[in-house]
C-alpha cells in the first residue's frame, strides 16, 4: 500500500494554448469545448456552427445553427423552416462572441454561403475551411485567405493528379458536344447543390440562351439560389412526358439520376458528368460517363498547398479525402500536420448528397 | 496535337459505333494534311516507335515529383501514361501545342539519348489531354475502342460515294499521312494505285439458313460445305514490284495476322488471294477450337508452339490467281479453280474443303446432325455446322442476300442460375444486362452454386427490361458496380444459357469454360433447385474429348 501523494498544482508560469484545447475531433464532428460548439455535426447537439448548406455538413435536427444568412436560407428550404430551434444568422466577417470564443465566417467558395470558420480564443486563432475552392464561380463569394495558427482543411482531391482545368473550357466542351449532336439529349450529372447552379452561370455567360432543363431534385435548391439574387435564366422542370421531345436539350440531373430508369426516355441521351473526378479515366468509365466535365466545388491540389502557406499556419489538420499525400507534402514543407480521418463526410458526388425528400420529388 | 487528343479523349468514352464514326470524320474533315493524316495512321494502328518506351517516361516523372506522391498517384490512378499526364508539374509553358506531325516526325528522327529531352518539352507544351494522349501513342496502346476498320469507315464517309471497302482495297499501297487517300475521297485526286501485292480483300459472309424459307428454295441450286471452327482467314501473297515475293495472313475484319501464325505464312509461295479457315491439324487430323485457342493464347510464338500446334488452311474459295481477280465467276466456276490450285500448289499447309453431298433438305439436315458419318469423319468435333451456298453466286464483298447461307449447329445448353449482375455500357449503361451465372455442385459446406460464366446477349429489350427489373428487386449485396442477387434453392431465377463450345479451364474456378454464352430462355417458370449442376457439365466435355 502507497500513501496517497497529494500533488502540489503546478504554477502556470506562461500559459502555452494547445490547439487541442480549442478544438478537438469527436465521433459527433470537430468540437469547441470553450464555445460548447461542433462543427458540422453528423448527429443532432446543442449548438452547431455550420460551413455550409450540403447534406453531409448541414444536417437538421439541431438545437441552434449558426451559419450565413445564404446557408440557413438553404437548410430552410431543403429541410423546412423547423430544422433546428433557433438560428444565427453570421454574415461574412462579422465577429460573434459565444463563451469567450470569437467565431467569424469568411467565404470559402464552395458553393453560395459557403463559410471557413474562424475560432479566436486567448490569442490563438483556428479556422476550419468546411470544403473549400478557389477557382472563379460567379454563383459564390470568392474565398478568403484568412491568417490563423492552425488550419483545418478538406483534402477531397489531394493528390497530385487533380489539377481542375478553367470551367469555361469544360462548359466549351459541352457546347461543342451539343452542335456535334443536336438530335440528342445532353444529361448534365452534377451536385444540385451549387455545382448545378454554377454550370448553369457558366452556360449562360458562354452563350447558352434556351431554357435548362431541371431533373426535380434539382428545382428547389435552385429557386432558393434564384431567391437569393442569382440570376440563372430560364429553368425548366421536366415533365416526364416531355421527355422524349427534348433533343438537343441541356438537362441538368443528380449524378445517380444519369443510370436510372428516368434517363432512358430522353432521345439518345449522352451521360454528361461534372465533377472533380472526372479527370481520372477510369472512374468516368465506371458510371458509364460519355461526356466527362472536370468541373469541381472543391480545391483542386494545387489550391490546397497555395491555401495551407497562404494562412501561415504552423499547425495543419486534414478532415477527409486523400489525407495521406497532403499529410505527406506538409510534412516535406516542414509543416506539422496530421490526419484527423473524420468519417461521415461525403467526397463530391460519391455519396449522394441529394435529400431523400426531394429525390422522392423526381 | 490538341485537336487529335480532344478526339481520342472523345472516342474513349464513347460507346455508339456510329458516334464514333461521326467524331472520326469531323476530325478528318476539319483538320488539314498532313495532321489528318498522322492521325489516320495512330488510329489503324500503323506507327510504331522504338525507343520511347514506359521506362523512360517514368524516369522522366521521378525526376520531377516526389516519388511517394507519385507511388499514392499511380496507386490511385492505375495506368501510367494518365498518372504522368495528369501530375507532370508546371503550367503549359510554350505558345504553341506542337503539332502531331512535328511529334511523330521529331520521334522518328530523334536519336535513343536525346528522345527523354525532347519528350519532355514536348510534355511542357501540351495540356493534361494532351500529354495523355502523347503518352499513349508512344507506349503504343491507344485502345480508345475504335479499330483500323472504323477509321478507315470514317475516312470512306468524307466522300459522297466510298464506301469503306473502297478505302480497304486501296489501303495496303498507301503509306502515312495518306495525303494521296485524302484527295481521293474528297475528289480533288484520283484513286491511289493499290500495289501491295498482298492485300486484303474485304470477305463475303453468310445469313443464317435458319432466318430464310430455305425449304422452298431448289436444292440443286446449291452447294454444301463443312463450316470449320476456326478462324476465318484470307491468305494473300504475290510479288511486289522488286520481284520479292510478299504473302500476309488477314483475318475477317483486316487485321494482318500474319505475325501470329509464321509458320503458315512461310508457307504461302504462291501468287493469289485464298478465303479459307485457319485449323491446327495434327497427323492430317483437324482439332478442336479448343486447341487452337491454346496457341493464341500464347504471347510468345516459338519454335515449340508452332511444331506442336502447326497451322493450316482449310481452302473455301479462291479470289485471285496470280493476277487475276476471279471475284465476278460464279462460284461453280471459282470452285473448279481452286481444286486446280489446291492440287498444282500441293502444299502441306493448304488443304482443300470438302464438298457434303446432298439430294434435298432433310438429307442435308441429316448432315448436319452427323457430320461424322457424313463425310467430316474423325473431324466430326471440328465442325460447328454448313455452309451452304449457291452455285451461281459470285463473291460479293459484305453480307449479300439470298446467296450464302450458315447452318450452324444447335448449341448446346444449360439451365444457370443468376448469381450476379453488373450494368452494361452504351445504350445499356443504366441496364444490370451484364450476368453471371452458376451451377449446383457440392463440397464440404453442401451444396451450393459455382460461377460458370457470364452472358450479356441473348434476350430481346423488353426481357432486359424484365430482368433489369429482377435484378433491382432482388439484390441482397453490392460489391462496387456488381449487384449479387439472391440465388437460393427456391428464391432466384433460372437462366438457359446457350453456348458454342465447352473446355476445361484452370483459370475458372469452376473449372469449365463456355464459349460464346448468352441467354436462351428466361425460365420464370423454374426454381432454381433444378437448375442444372457441375457434373452435366463435365459430362458434355467428356463427350467431346471423346468424340
Not at chain 1, 483556428?126 to 495558427?149: H, L, M, N, Q
Not at chain 1, 484527423?340 to 463526410?345: A, D, E, I, K, M
Not at chain 2, 474443303?353 to 441429316?366: C, K, M, N, P, T
Not at chain 2, 463435365?538 to 471423346?546: A, G, T, V
Request: charged share 30%; hydrophobic share 40%.
Amino acid at each position: 500500500m502507497r500513501p496517497p501523494v497529494s500533488r502540489p498544482a503546478k504554477p502556470h508560469l506562461s500559459f502555452r494554448m494547445r490547439p487541442e484545447d480549442l478544438l478537438c475531433p469527436t465521433p459527433r464532428g470537430l468540437f469547441c469545448p470553450p464555445a460548447d460548439a461542433y462543427i458540422d455535426p453528423m448527429r443532432p447537439v446543442e449548438r452547431a456552427f455550420v460551413t455550409h448548406g450540403h447534406a453531409d455538413h448541414a444536417r437538421p435536427g439541431n438545437d441552434a445553427v449558426m451559419a450565413t444568412p445564404e446557408t440557413l436560407a438553404i437548410m430552410a428550404a431543403r429541410y423546412g423552416e423547423d430544422f433546428c430551434r433557433t438560428r444565427q444568422s453570421a454574415p461574412y466577417g462579422k465577429t460573434t462572441d459565444v463563451n469567450g470564443v470569437k467565431v467569424s465566417f469568411h467565404p470559402a467558395g464552395h458553393v453560395l454561403g459557403a463559410a471557413q470558420i474562424r475560432l479566436e480564443w486567448k490569442g490563438f486563432r483556428a479556422v476550419i475551411s468546411g470544403d473549400y475552392k478557389r477557382a472563379y464561380d460567379p454563383t459564390a463569394a470568392d474565398f478568403e485567405v484568412v491568417p490563423c495558427d492552425l488550419f483545418i482543411t478538406e483534402a477531397t482531391f489531394g493528390l497530385p493528379v487533380f489539377r481542375h482545368p478553367p470551367a469555361e473550357g469544360e462548359i466549351a466542351k459541352l457546347l461543342d458536344s451539343v452542335d456535334l449532336f443536336p438530335e440528342r439529349a445532353h444529361l448534365v450529372g452534377a451536385y444540385s447543390l451549387g455545382k448545378a447552379q454554377r454550370l448553369m452561370k457558366l452556360l449562360r455567360m458562354a452563350g447558352w440562351e434556351k431554357p435548362i432543363h431541371l431533373h426535380g431534385a434539382m428545382v428547389r435548391v435552385t429557386e432558393t439560389y434564384q431567391a437569393l439574387g442569382i440570376d440563372l435564366g430560364e429553368t425548366v422542370r421536366v415533365e416526364p412526358k416531355e421527355r422524349a421531345k427534348l433533343g438537343g436539350a441541356i438537362v441538368l440531373c443528380p449524378p445517380s439520376a444519369l443510370r436510372e430508369l428516368w434517363a432512358r426516355k430522353f432521345p439518345d441521351p449522352v451521360a454528361v458528368a461534372a465533377s472533380g473526378w472526372m479527370r481520372v479515366r477510369a472512374r468516368a468509365r465506371q458510371k458509364g460517363v460519355e461526356l466527362p466535365l472536370v468541373v469541381s466545388d472543391h480545391s483542386d491540389w494545387d489550391e490546397l498547398r497555395r491555401t495551407i502557406l497562404d494562412t501561415g499556419a504552423e499547425e495543419i489538420w486534414v478532415t477527409h479525402g486523400e489525407e495521406d499525400a497532403l499529410v505527406h507534402w506538409c510534412g516535406t514543407s516542414g509543416l506539422k500536420a496530421r490526419p484527423l480521418r473524420l468519417v461521415g463526410y461525403g467526397d463530391e458526388g460519391e455519396a449522394d448528397e441529394t435529400p431523400l425528400e426531394e429525390a422522392a420529388e423526381a | 496535337m490538341n485537336r487529335f487528343a480532344f478526339l481520342l479523349d472523345r472516342l474513349s468514352y464513347e460507346p455508339r459505333r456510329n458516334a464514333k464514326i461521326r467524331l472520326m470524320a469531323d476530325y478528318f474533315r476539319e483538320t488539314p494534311d498532313p495532321e489528318r493524316g498522322w492521325a489516320l495512321a495512330a488510329l489503324t494502328g500503323a506507327l510504331s516507335f522504338r525507343h520511347a518506351k514506359p521506362g523512360m517516361i517514368r524516369g522522366l516523372i521521378m525526376e520531377r515529383t516526389d516519388p511517394e506522391l507519385f507511388a499514392m498517384s499511380y496507386d490511385y490512378v492505375g495506368d501510367l501514361a494518365e498518372t504522368v499526364a495528369l501530375m507532370w508539374p508546371g503550367e503549359t509553358r510554350a505558345n504553341r501545342a506542337p503539332p502531331l506531325s512535328e511529334i511523330v516526325e521529331g520521334l522518328h528522327a530523334t536519336a535513343k539519348l536525346d528522345l527523354p529531352k525532347r519528350l519532355a518539352a514536348w510534355l511542357d507544351a501540351l495540356d493534361e489531354t494532351g500529354r495523355w494522349a502523347l503518352l499513349k501513342l508512344i507506349t503504343g496502346s491507344l485502345r480508345i475502342g475504335a479499330s483500323a476498320r472504323l477509321a478507315k469507315t470514317a475516312v470512306a464517309a468524307l466522300g459522297e460515294s466510298h464506301k469503306p471497302d473502297d478505302v480497304e482495297l486501296v489501303w495496303p499501297g498507301l503509306v502515312p499521312p495518306y495525303e494521296d487517300l485524302f484527295a481521293w475521297m474528297e475528289g480533288r485526286g484520283e484513286r491511289p494505285f493499290a500495289d501491295d501485292p498482298a492485300p486484303f480483300r474485304p470477305p463475303m459472309l453468310a445469313h443464317p439458313l435458319e432466318d430464310a424459307d430455305f425449304r422452298s428454295f431448289d436444292p440443286q441450286a446449291f452447294v454444301a460445305e463443312w463450316k470449320w471452327d476456326g478462324i476465318r482467314v484470307q491468305a494473300s501473297a504475290g510479288k511486289d514490284a522488286d520481284g520479292r515475293h510478299v504473302a500476309r495472313l488477314w483475318s475477317r475484319s483486316g487485321e494482318d495476322v500474319s505475325g501470329a501464325f509464321p509458320d503458315l505464312v512461310e508457307a504461302l509461295t504462291f501468287d493469289g488471294a485464298i478465303d479459307g479457315e485457319l485449323l491446327i491439324l495434327r497427323d492430317g487430323r483437324v482439332q478442336t477450337f479448343n486447341v487452337l485457342q491454346q496457341r493464341l493464347n500464347r504471347k510468345a510464338v516459338t519454335p515449340k508452339l508452332t511444331a506442336e500446334f502447326p497451322a493450316h488452311i482449310r481452302a473455301y474459295d479462291l479470289l485471285f490467281e496470280g493476277g487475276e481477280d476471279l471475284r465476278e465467276l460464279p462460284f461453280s466456276e471459282r470452285r473448279k479453280r481452286l481444286e486446280a490450285f489446291v492440287a498444282r500448289e500441293a502444299n502441306p499447309r493448304v488443304d482443300l474443303s470438302q464438298i457434303v453431298s446432298f439430294e434435298d433438305w432433310d438429307g442435308l439436315a441429316a448432315a448436319r446432325l452427323d457430320p461424322a458419318s457424313a463425310g467430316a469423319g474423325e473431324d466430326a468435333a471440328a465442325v460447328e455446322g454448313l455452309m451452304v451456298k449457291r452455285h451461281d453466286s459470285p463473291y460479293v464483298v459484305g453480307r449479300p442476300k439470298g446467296l450464302w447461307f450458315k447452318w450452324k449447329h444447335d448449341p448446346m445448353t444449360v439451365d444457370a442460375v443468376l448469381m450476379y449482375a453488373q450494368r452494361g455500357h452504351g445504350k445499356r449503361s443504366s441496364f444490370y444486362s451484364d450476368y453471371t451465372f452458376g451451377v449446383w455442385t457440392e463440397d464440404d459446406e453442401g451444396e451450393k452454386l459455382t460461377p460458370v460464366g457470364k452472358a450479356y446477349f441473348g434476350f430481346t429489350d423488353e426481357e432486359l427490361v424484365e430482368l433489369d427489373r429482377f435484378v433491382r428487386k432482388n439484390t441482397i449485396n453490392r460489391f462496387g458496380p456488381v449487384r449479387e442477387v439472391a440465388h437460393e434453392r427456391e428464391i432466384g431465377l433460372v437462366l438457359e444459357i446457350a453456348f458454342e463450345g465447352i473446355a476445361r479451364s484452370a483459370r475458372h474456378k469452376s473449372g469449365v469454360a463456355m464459349r460464346f454464352p448468352r441467354v436462351a430462355r428466361i425460365r420464370w417458370d423454374k426454381p432454381p433447385h433444378e437448375a442444372d449442376r457441375l457434373e452435366s457439365l463435365e459430362r458434355l466435355i467428356e463427350e467431346r474429348e471423346n468424340a
